[in-house]
C-alpha cells in the first residue's frame, strides 16, 4: 500500500488549509486512519484519527480547529485545518491501518507534507 499525502504549504496564522492522502495497492480494507505531524527537535505526535464509521479523535491542541474526515470509496483521508497557528508548523503524516486479504493489519505511512504558519 501506498499513501500520498498532499496540500502542504505556506500560509499566515489564522489561514486554512486543507491536506489529503490518498491510499493505492492491493487490500481487502482501511479501518483506522489519522494524520500526525513532526515538528523540530520534538516527537511525532497525532493530530487527528478517524475510524472506518467515521468515529473521529483529536489532540487538544486542534480541537475546534481542525477536522477529519474521509472518503471510504476512494480510500482518501482529508484533515482540513482551520485558524492555523505558528506552532501548527510541522510535517503532516497521513497513517492507515491497513487490512490485507490474509486478514493481517499493518500500519502504513504517507511520506509526509510540509505545512508552515507564519506570523
Known amino acids: 500500500v501506498q499513501l500520498q499525502a498532499s496540500g502542504g504549504g505556506l500560509v499566515q496564522a489564522g489561514g486554512s488549509l486543507r491536506l489529503s492522502c490518498a491510499a493505492s495497492g492491493t487490500f481487502f480494507s482501511i479501518n483506522y486512519m489519522g494524520w500526525y505531524r513532526q515538528a523540530p527537535g520534538k516527537q511525532r505526535e497525532l493530530v487527528a484519527g478517524?475510524?472506518?464509521?467515521?468515529?473521529?479523535n483529536y489532540a487538544d491542541s486542534v480541537k475546534g480547529r481542525f477536522t477529519i474526515s474521509r472518503d471510504n470509496a476512494k480510500n482518501t483521508v482529508y484533515l482540513q485545518m482551520n485558524s492555523l497557528k505558528l506552532g501548527d508548523t510541522a510535517v503532516y503524516y497521513c497513517?492507515?491501518?491497513?487490512?490485507?486479504?490474509?486478514?493481517?493489519?499493518?500500519?502504513?505511512w504517507g511520506q509526509g507534507t510540509q505545512v508552515t504558519v507564519s506570523s
Open positions: 497513517n492507515a491501518d491497513v487490512q490485507y486479504y490474509s486478514g493481517d493489519h499493518y500500519p502504513a
Open positions: 478517524i475510524t472506518r464509521a467515521d468515529s473521529t
